[in-house]
């Protein structure tokens, strides 16, 4: 079995929450490690460029899941050559992949294909929109599903997308997703 995962942080989260993620995912698919984990680029506020400095919390604490043996992998996702490179030097467990947005390019970058070839570092394509969950769609969500409860109160953390794999085969065992919430001001 191959068990791959995407985190997605949803709000201005602490990098505690990849711990949680991974430790949720493990447990719920009842597997020691993860094979792959991609990290999605963390949210940012408005007419802020993603930088180096945020990603480092949460790259650091995939490097310790690594060093902990609870992910084989990982990977990033969205950055560009100055910012995958940035990371690659910075980084003491290199990433292993990248993804681009099908939506942001038709053609691989050149300096982004040229820096991955020379490092070894795979690049794969997504088409995950900017947002995949925000926090009024959750909201929403958790209004029709449970219509007794205050959902304005409740926020997402995060988001993990996993797949599980027959690698013999090439067949996907099971997919889904796993979320944490929590009540405002608790």
Not at 72 to 98: C, F, H, M, R
Not at 106 to 130: E, R
Not at 140 to 152: C, R
Request: hydrophobic share 40%; aromatic share 6%.
């Amino acid at each position: 079995m191959k068990v791959s995962a995407k985190l997605f942080i949803v709000g201005s989260n602490s990098s505690s929450s990849t711990r949680s993620a991974i430790d949720m995912a493990c447990s719920v698919l009842g597997v020691a490690q993860l094979d792959s984990v991609i990290i999605a680029s963390p949210p940012v506020e408005d007419g802020v460029n993603l930088s180096l400095e945020h990603l480092q919390p949460y790259w650091e604490e995939l490097e310790n899941l690594v060093q902990s043996k609870k992910i084989v992998a990982i990977g990033t996702s969205d950055l560009d050559k100055t910012q995958l490179e940035q990371l690659y030097q910075w980084a003491q467990v290199k990433p292993n992949s990248n993804q681009v947005n099908l939506a942001s390019c038709c053609v691989m970058p050149p300096d982004l294909t040229a820096f991955a070839k020379q490092f070894d570092i795979q690049l794969l394509t997504h088409n995950d929109p900017k947002e995949l969950l925000s926090e009024a769609s959750f909201q929403e969500a958790l209004q029709e599903s449970i219509p007794d409860i205050q959902a304005h109160e409740w926020v997402p953390l995060w988001l993990l997308r996993y797949s599980v794999i027959v690698k013999s085969r090439g067949i996907i065992k099971s997919k889904g997703y796993i979320l944490q919430a929590k009540r405002r001001g608790s």
